[in-house]
């Protein structure tokens, strides 16, 4: 059970909700916070104050008046003609995501909204009723609030949700998995729609399994190292010592205890001088990527427990403050540099795919590490995959986060398109997970015909794992499948458990 308080959640803790359906709760002293808060509200709306969201219109419209008696409808209004988005559902495991981190960003009390209200969402989190939630139509500017109010639409009875694998209508799905409908009060619709949940959740998944996909990286590299007999002198500590970066470093200590008692690769390798930059460069390209993966990771890890809503409530103060928390510009920027930090593993994989197959590069092995070529065509056209892959990469990479489109009649007037540079970044990570994986298959293909015997005993290993389900390929078979197979086993981090018990936890 993860407790929320709205100050401790962790990316860890964000998978295990969202991926492993762990149940969360919110904390006692929560409770306290958002219940002293919403007596505030109230006690504003028996004032008469005019405050934006409680008692005036939205956006352009926050200068208008809403009659005390229209305070209801005005918070259903809010959801339904904001529910505007368009494209394929995200993934029940996003949803989950937006679902917790919603609930984890009101428990702090400064939102206003019923307990009550947030019962319903965690009822629902915890019971697997998932809102359909269209992946496209949100600018990231005054928070996510076009896929944030399909998030609400169940809570209503309205819109559709997903139930025990079914889609069902919002009102079908409460009612099956018993739990009620609620009314939206006086600042409630606004304090579930205003934030940077969708892209924040989004990140924090892909973020998780960038960390993992590090690793995996630099295994995957280890085995071309082997084939391609590397100088591991290049990955002495001296040398990345002197420039002094974090990943760099690490990926350098990641190579030389892989690649230890290694009989393909060492510190000397008679008649030659140095690997390509692909291969000697390795600590380089994957460190500054590591690199930019820690910051994002700790830009992420500061979002899941902001307050992120407008206007904020200030109950010790009595002060109602309307801000810009919701801006997703932290995000979007985090989260275009980690898509180009992604796309990096990829374009460096390719490149060294390529010099496992090519003839002219390859350490004399066969080209395309077809046996009898010529009639079988081998990893040539995995390569052509590989190559297709990074440049689409080339394209998503773009930053989403230097566009911005007026909106609001001019009111929005800069907008951060973080949930586009979240879902460019989640289609980076997918893409490179398949890259990484062509490379596998193609190292795995490379050392079998060496000789495994010859190979560090962490590589083994990996060998070992990838041929308990890949057979080395004696002649032309059906690539995809064995390449679907190898993408499992990246996308599932099977290798990282198989290789740190040979050398010891990675970095």
């Known amino acids: 059970m993860i407790e929320l308080n709205g100050i401790t959640l962790t990316i860890e803790e964000v998978k295990r909700v969202a991926r492993d359906r762990e149940k969360a709760e919110i904390s006692l002293e929560a409770c306290a916070a958002i219940n002293h808060s919403r007596a505030h509200v109230e006690a504003m709306l028996k004032s008469g104050e005019a405050v934006y969201g409680l008692t005036t219109g939205f956006g352009k419209f926050s200068d208008t008046r809403i009659a005390d008696k229209?305070?209801?409808?005005?918070?259903?209004?809010?959801?339904?003609?904001?529910?505007?988005?368009?494209?394929e559902?995200?993934?029940?495991e996003a949803v989950r995501g937006v679902m917790l981190l919603r609930l984890n960003a009101l428990v702090s009390g400064f939102s206003g909204i019923r307990l009550s209200t947030m019962e319903t969402l965690l009822q629902m989190l915890n019971?697997?009723?998932?809102?359909?939630?269209?992946?496209?139509g949100s600018l990231g500017a005054s928070g996510d609030l076009v896929p944030l109010a399909?998030?609400?639409?169940?809570?209503?009875?309205?819109?559709?949700?997903e139930y025990h694998g079914e889609i069902l209508a919002g009102?079908?799905?409460?009612?099956?998995?018993?739990?009620?409908?609620?009314k939206l009060a006086a600042k409630e619709g606004l304090a579930l729609i205003n934030g940077t949940q969708v892209m924040t959740a989004i990140g924090a998944l892909c973020v998780y399994d960038a960390v993992q996909l590090s690793k995996n990286?630099?295994?995957?590299?280890?085995?071309?190292?082997?084939?391609?007999?590397?100088?591991?002198?290049?990955?002495?500590?001296?040398?990345?010592?002197?420039?002094g970066h974090a990943g760099q470093i690490a990926c350098a200590e990641n190579l030389r205890n892989i690649l230890k008692d290694s009989l393909l690769s060492g510190e000397d390798i008679p008649g030659k001088v140095q690997d390509a930059y692909s291969i000697r460069c390795i600590p380089q390209i994957h460190g500054a990527s590591r690199d930019a993966v820690c910051y994002v990771y700790e830009a992420v890890s500061r979002e899941i427990n902001a307050v992120t809503d407008n206007p904020l409530i200030f109950p010790k103060e009595g002060d109602v403050i309307s801000g810009g928390n919701?801006?997703?510009?932290?995000?979007?920027?985090?989260?275009?540099?980690?898509?180009?930090?992604?796309?990096?593993f990829a374009?460096?994989?390719?490149?060294?795919?390529?010099?496992?197959?090519?003839?002219?590069?390859?350490?004399?092995?066969?080209?395309?590490?077809?046996?009898?070529?010529?009639?079988?065509?081998?990893?040539?056209?995995?390569?052509?995959?590989?190559?297709?892959?990074?440049?689409?990469n080339k394209i998503l990479a773009h930053p989403a986060s230097v566009d911005s489109i007026p909106s609001s009649a001019n009111q929005e007037d800069h907008v951060s398109m973080g949930t586009i540079a979240a879902r460019k970044a989640a289609e980076i990570l997918k893409n490179v997970q398949r890259v990484l994986a062509i490379e596998l298959f193609a190292a795995g293909q490379a050392t079998g015909l060496i000789g495994k015997e010859k190979l560090a005993p962490a590589t083994r290993a990996a060998y070992d794992l990838l041929r308990a389900e890949v057979p080395q390929a004696e002649r032309d078979i059906l690539m995809y499948e064995q390449m679907q197979k190898c993408e499992r086993i990246v996308i599932e981090g099977r290798l990282i458990p198989a290789v740190e018990a040979v050398t010891g936890e990675l970095n």
């Open 70 to 87: 229209d305070t209801e409808e005005l918070q259903r209004n809010l959801i339904v003609s904001h529910a505007c988005g368009t494209g």
């Open 89 to 92: 559902p995200l993934p029940t």
């Open 127 to 136: 019971a697997g009723v998932h809102p359909v939630i269209p992946e496209k």
């Open 150 to 161: 399909h998030m609400v639409l169940p809570m209503i009875g309205l819109g559709l949700a």
């Open 171 to 182: 009102s079908e799905a409460m009612r099956r998995a018993g739990i009620a409908t609620i």
């Open 217 to 243: 990286a630099d295994i995957i590299a280890s085995l071309t190292c082997e084939a391609q007999s590397c100088i591991t002198k290049a990955f002495d500590p001296r040398v990345h010592q002197l420039r």
């Open 326 to 344: 919701f801006h997703g510009q932290p995000m979007a920027l985090a989260l275009d540099f980690l898509a180009i930090a992604l796309a990096e």
């Open 347 to 392: 374009d460096v994989s390719e490149r060294r795919t390529e010099r496992l197959v090519n003839p002219a590069l390859n350490n004399h092995l066969p080209a395309f590490l077809a046996p009898n070529g010529g009639l079988n065509s081998g990893f040539m056209i995995a390569q052509y995959a590989a190559a297709a892959l990074v440049s689409e």
